[in-house]
């Protein structure tokens, strides 16, 4: 199975980074730096949630419902004549059911690395949510996703599967900023840090993004 990133740098990931940078009126190389550091971290929330039976039947209801992956289907109109609100207000919806009050931490933190402010940040997350609903819901339908075990193994390939540890901690660090200043305050710093030899995240989102 293509990981998440995998797909960002292919065809279908290459229009809706431009049609997502279009939408929002943001540069799309910041646009792909934003995604590709937002859609795995929320991808590994949803892999947090779904490890609970309750987690697990709310995602599962979900993809097998509203993000069953139609809107794929048609893309070219969902960006062609400027994404409606009903999408950024569902954007919205999953943004705050997946992280919740992670959810200004997360953004605060990727709007440092990508050079972007936090509204900005926002409002492409509420525009590719929905997508990447849509992308879990055509894959859970192609493999047959029906429990608990499938759709932790969904989430888990598509985030790479033993991805690398300093990924993971990567992905678990930046979900651990609260919102409130300090949490935030200590992820910048490392996403600023420089010093490889700490083994920091700055070094770390260097190898992941080509930053």
């Known amino acids: 199975m293509a990981g998440i990133l995998d ?22 190389d910041k646009t792909s730096s934003v995604l590709t550091m937002a859609l795995p971290v929320l991808m ?6 779904a490890s609970t039976p309750e987690g697990a039947e709310s995602l599962m209801g979900a993809l097998n419902g509203q993000h069953n992956g139609g809107i794929l289907d048609n893309l070219s109109g969902l960006f062609g004549g400027g994404v409606d609100d009903s999408v950024k207000n569902d954007g919205s919806k999953i943004l ?74 990567f992905f678990e660090k930046i979900l651990d900023a609260d919102g409130d200043g300090s949490v935030v305050d200590d992820v910048a710093g490392m996403v600023l840090g420089s010093d490889k030899s700490s083994g920091g995240i700055g070094s770390l989102l260097g190898g992941m993004f080509g930053k």
Do not use: C, F, W, Y
């Open 7 to 28: 797909l960002l740098n292919s065809d279908l990931g290459k229009n809706i980074i431009s049609g997502v940078a279009g939408s929002t009126g943001a540069d799309q």
């Open 96 to 169: 705050s059911h997946v992280l919740g009050s992670k959810q200004q931490g997360v953004e605060q933190v990727i709007g440092i690395k990508s050079g972007l402010d936090t509204d900005t940040v926002s409002n492409i997350l509420k525009v590719a949510a929905p997508i990447l609903m849509g992308i879990l819901g055509k894959q859970a339908n192609q493999n047959n996703v029906s429990s608990q075990s499938d759709i932790s193994g969904l989430l888990g390939g598509l985030l790479g599967g033993s991805s690398a540890s300093n990924e993971q901690s």
């Open 44 to 49: 590994k929330a949803m892999e947090r949630n």
